[in-house]
């Protein structure tokens, strides 16, 4: 497995979980994750590329891995609603050029989505969802996916997507986004069952620092009042 900047973490996990060989990396799994032998850490540690690897545009990856241009796995378009249409206490969510979630009552998507602002903040925000929403005008809705996990598409974009934003821009900084930076935009890609652990693996680990933050939370509020 590579983190999602392409650095390699974890040797051959897509062999595994796909039936392939598993090269000389892997110890053993726990909870589908691969653990590191010390032949894998010494490759890492000599620069050199680890034994069943190869070197792509996204940084080293698994032999068996592909690297896929997200405009290839999946729709993205733009939504097609204004600030001004928002209602407070609305029945569904509402995603517009902030991180904050506004709300409305009617809906033009019922499906799992990325939404990623054309404006404002840009290489920072980003929502995943499965179910009824709608859009602002110049957030985009990135569906339909092909052959692929959307939660793992969304993860990956959170890691990388603002670099790559950056290194496709010919200004100093990015003030908008449009359509080829996203269509553009290298994937690397386990098959299905990978994908699916990595996007589940990490979806626990949101899950935990939430719970943390609130906790967190929780105790200054209490030592704010006493």
């Not at 040797?11 to 726990?30: E, F, I, L, V, Y």
């Not at 010390?38 to 068996?64: C, F, H, M, R, W």
């Not at 506004?102 to 404002?120: F, K, Q, T, W």
């Not at 934003?165 to 299905?192: G, Y």
Request: proline content about 5%; overall charge neutral.
């Amino acid at each position: 497995m590579t983190n999602f900047s392409g650095k390699p973490l974890s040797p051959k996990t897509g062999n595994a979980a796909c039936g392939g060989p598993q090269g000389g990396g892997m110890d053993s799994r726990r909870n589908g994750v691969a653990e590191i032998s010390p032949k894998y850490l010494a490759e890492v540690a000599s620069n050199a590329i680890p034994s069943g690897y190869k070197q792509t545009e996204v940084g080293v990856i698994p032999e068996d891995w592909e690297v896929e241009l997200l405009g290839s796995l999946a729709s993205i378009k733009t939504g097609s609603k204004n600030n001004q249409d928002k209602i407070i206490d609305g029945l569904y969510p509402f995603f517009v050029r902030s991180e904050k979630i506004e709300r409305l009552n009617s809906y033009s998507y019922d499906c799992e989505a990325i939404l990623v602002p054309g404006e404002g903040g840009i290489g920072s925000i980003f929502h995943y969802i499965n179910g009824k929403f709608d859009a602002h005008q110049r957030v985009y809705v990135i569906r339909q996916f092909m052959n692929c996990v959307g939660k793992f598409i969304y993860y990956q974009m959170k890691q990388r997507f603002g670099k790559h934003a950056m290194e496709n821009s010919v200004k100093a900084t990015v003030d908008s986004l449009r359509l080829p930076t996203f269509q553009i935009f290298p994937i690397f890609m386990p098959c299905l069952e990978e994908q699916t652990a990595i996007a589940n693996a990490l979806s626990d680990v949101d899950a935990l620092i939430s719970e943390l933050e609130k906790l967190i939370a929780k105790k200054q509020a209490i030592k704010t009042a006493t």
